[in-house]
């Protein structure tokens, strides 16, 4: 049975930092495409991040060069390092992982996803 938990999310000001954790489990972790979602009341989810299974990456527009993806194999483990944050990330954040290529992840929603974790930044 798959299993993704995340961990991280909570409340930072406006340019801080944080970092969101998904733990995976039940399946070949090393072999799946990875990301993290985002979703606002009212608002379709979205793409935040992606990571390959080779480790290969994709951004969305508005998270480029504040936000990195990366996976450890060793600790079935992707992370989200988020860096000067704004109260437009304000969000809940969903690991998902699928066994498709990473250019999947922006066309459309499939495989399993955690429960999420919300993201607070304050002005």
């Known amino acids: 049975q798959v299993q993704l938990v995340e961990s991280g999310g909570g409340l930072v000001q406006a340019g801080g930092s944080l970092r969101l954790s998904c733990a995976a489990s039940?399946?070949?972790?090393?072999?799946?495409?990875m990301g993290w979602y985002r979703q606002v009341p009212g608002k379709q989810r979205e793409l935040v991040a992606a990571?390959?299974?080779?480790?290969?990456?994709d951004y969305a527009d508005s998270v480029k060069g504040r936000f990195t993806i990366s996976r450890d194999n060793a600790k079935n483990t992707i992370y989200l390092q988020m860096n000067s944050l704004k109260p437009e990330d304000t969000a809940v954040y969903y690991c998902?992982?699928?066994?498709?290529?990473?250019?999947?992840?922006?066309?459309?929603?499939?495989?399993?996803w955690g429960q999420g974790t919300q993201v607070t930044v304050s002005s």
């Open positions: 998902n992982c699928r066994n498709l290529p990473i250019s999947t992840m922006a066309r459309y929603e499939t495989g399993y």
């Open positions: 990571i390959g299974s080779g480790g290969s990456t």
């Open positions: 039940g399946y070949i972790f090393s072999s799946t495409t």
